[in-house]
Nanobody
Framework: QVQLVESGGRLVQAGGSLRLSCAASGRTFSTYGMGWFRQAPGKEREFVAAISRSGGNTAYADSVKGRFTVSRDNAKNTVSLQMNNLKPEDTAVYYC?????????????????WGQGTQVTVSS
């Protein structure tokens, strides 16, 4: 089992940048594919980005391509989401999730473990 704790969310102005981090417990972090999802008030949880267990493969939602970058450091048991050129529509609670298959999937039901989330608010 793995426990996930997100950090880095805060209020930022449109056009600004944020870096979210997700710290994972356990010695098997490098075997998990990791994903970032977000959920805005009144909306369903949506896929943002994912990265394979080795870090060699990534996937992004069309809405964030070119602005967000997902990365991981298996030595430190962390996965990060660098968010640039933020827009008000990026406002949401951001969650990291772990997939035991090691893949980089976009379907939320593929993920086995979830963090509690961190709030990102982008003001216009």
């Amino acid at each position: 089992q793995v426990q996930l704790v997100e950090s880095g969310g805060r209020l930022v102005q449109a056009g600004g940048s944020l870096r979210l981090s997700c710290a994972a417990s356990g010695r098997t972090f490098s075997t998990y594919g990791m994903g970032w999802f977000r959920q805005a008030p009144g909306k369903e949880r949506e896929f943002v980005a994912a990265i394979s267990r080795s870090g060699g493969n990534t996937a992004y939602a069309d809405s964030v391509k070119g602005r967000f970058t997902v990365s991981r450091d298996n030595a430190k048991n962390t996965v990060s989401l660098q968010m640039n050129n933020l827009k008000p529509e990026d406002t949401a609670v951001y969650y990291c999730a772990a997939d035991r298959s090691g893949s980089w999937r976009s379907y939320y039901a593929s993920y086995d473990y979830w963090g509690q989330g961190t709030q990102v608010t982008v003001s216009s």
